[in-house]
């Protein structure tokens, strides 16, 4: 739903919202039940007193109206049955007073006549009385009473109680006296102490929401700015400060915060010194190292040109020395690269092209050398997968997995394969060889890291192509990933976005290759072990 998700999502990033939310949750059932509690109480102690009074004032007028009955039978003659009626309800209406406090009804009980008569005063309606009343006053023949609704004549009714008493008119049988005490002014004071209580308790729980925010703002606020500072210091904007008022525990915070920025940014001011020197130092003698270089380059090549004239140690030793002048200008250039890395000096010269003719190149390029050490290499490829790059750069990183591939395939085919999804492109590059030992695989980007030190290079290799080629396809904006097993070989994937400055979010391609050995199906099957993937992503 549309209000949902911004309520949702402002519930997990507002500890105001959630404090106060809270805070008004707990004031409602807290209030609703001293409330309920308070009313029960108001409730019970009115109504008593309303029903103390009610029983005493109708058995006062019981008793009263029986001895009226009584007397008036010891006479010389007894009055009618419809006068001795008239005579008590004329008496109960002049005691009830003007106006009346209470109501009556002298009923008949059954078993009637059809004689016998019944009298009410001001309209009351006989329905007034329940049957549960009437029924308990004829079988225990003693006083009860109940609430009930008061019906009058005229269509109106009242709430009210109900207090029933047996009567006995002489002549005439058994009868029923019933009081009926409205309500009327208990129900309005009950439903003014409801409403006050009622909005009591609304003003409180608002109050204690204001409340709660306000504490709560006092104690976030400086949390919040703190995180701002934290913010912009992590930016690189490392003179930014907390200000601090008072003593407090958050004055203590912003302190201490400032302090740790401080020593931060002392360290990391040293740090960029550090590196900056480094890297001068790197391109100084990278550079100062080309001058003797082209010297002694020079000089041996003379020597390897006249190596025929030579002894064989003698032609041997210039064959070395014209290999290892190539590793060094290799390792010098190298150098230089990664210099320009570190310090940020390196741009991307993105250009549209077909990524299908960056894999042919690389693989053609490394056809040589993949023939000498009898490796098959394997290409799987869409027609046209254009894709806007870098193309030297990518044909470095290309050139620099297909050769370390070969190197390490151990004669068995190397499989380059790319995809595309529409959003991004992916290319692996699968050998079979000795692969990678458990954790190794974040290590092969490290600079001068080898798999095995005792291993002799084939390529000649500086021990810095990995790393470049990392920082070649972050430049990008992608992913260059490994995975290996022991055994089962190894599996490098580099995720390009398709377009210059995009992101990557998923690979079109597998890294884990489904050729992949059982022992490693049975680890991806496994609830106890994933597989390992070790993700450099920029």
Known sequence: MPVVRPVRQAWRTSVSLRVVATTLALSLIVVGLIGALLLQRIYSGVLDAKVRASVVEAGSGAAESQRLLDAADTGPTTPSAS?????????????????????????????????????????????????????????NQRQAWTYTEIRYLDNHTAPGLAVGAPLTIPGVGKYELYYLFPLSQEQATLDLVQRTVLLVGALLILTLGGIAYVVTRQVVSPVRVAARTAEKFSAGQLTERMSVRGEDDLALLATS????????????????????????????VSHELRTPLTTV???????????????PATARS????????????????????????????????????????????????????????????RVTAPEQVVVELD?????????????????????????????????????????????????????????FWRADASRARTVGGTG????????????????????????????????????????????????????AGPRVHAALASPYRTPRREEVAP
């Open 297 to 311: 380059r020079m000089a041996a090549d003379v020597i390897y040109e006249s190596r025929d004239e030579f002894d």
């Open 83 to 139: 006068r001795l009626v008239d005579t008590v309800t004329s008496a109960l209406a002049q005691r009830a007073g003007s106006p009346g406090l209470y109501d009556v009804l002298l009923l008949a009980s059954p078993p009637k006549t059809g004689d016998e008569p019944e009298r009410g005063t001001n309209l009351i309606s006989e329905t007034s009385v329940p049957n549960d009343l009437r029924s308990s006053v004829q079988s």
């Open 464 to 515: 810095l192509g990995l790393s470049i080629a990392l920082e070649d396809v972050r430049l990008h904006g992608g992913w260059l990933e490994a995975w290996g097993e022991p055994g089962d070989g190894s599996c490098f994937r580099m995720t390009l976005p398709l377009k210059a400055g995009g992101a990557v979010t998923e690979s079109p391609l597998p890294l884990i290759p489904a050729d």
């Open 391 to 447: 193309s030297r750069r990518i044909d470095r990183v290309l050139r620099n997995l297909v050769l370390n591939a070969v190197e390490h395939g151990e004669g068995r085919p190397i499989d380059v394969t790319l995809g595309s999804d529409g959003e991004a492109m992916a290319i692996t590059v699968r050998d079979h060889g000795v692969g990678l030992r458990p954790g190794e695989s974040s290590l092969v980007f490290n600079r």
């Open 257 to 284: 915060f400032n302090g740790m920025a401080s020593n931060l940014q002392d360290k990391i001011n040293r740090l960029e010194d550090l590196s900056r020197v480094q890297q001068r130092f790197v391109s100084d």
């Open 318 to 377: 210039s064959e070395l020395l014209q290999t290892q002048l190539d590793r060094f200008e290799e390792l010098l250039a190298d150098l230089l690269e990664i210099s320009r890395f570190d310090a940020g000096a390196a741009t991307l010269d993105a250009e549209g092209i077909d990524a299908r003719m960056l894999v042919d190149r690389a693989v053609e390029a490394a056809r040589p050398f993949a023939e000498a050490q009898n490796t098959e290499l």
